[in-house]
């Protein structure tokens, strides 16, 4: 009975002597407050209306906005990064 008795002392000390430590988890945090509004596109039914050289404008204009909005977007992206 003695030996269990000081084999428990002997364990238990040896939990009250470990130091705590300190653990930090990484916790993801939205850093993106507002998104950038998306460009408004011509519809299929409009574009198919249209004449050759309308056409071939609308879609260079609208190809332009969409490479901006990309640029936007790619921003937001970047300001997230560490």
Known sequence: MTRYASLLAVLLTGC???P???VRVAVPVSCVVEMPAAPTITANAELRAMGDYRLLLTIARERLVLIGHAGE??????????
């Open 16 to 18: 009250a002597t470990a």
């Open 73 to 82: 977007l790619r921003a937001v992206v970047q300001g997230c990064q560490p």
């Open 20 to 22: 705590p430590q300190i």
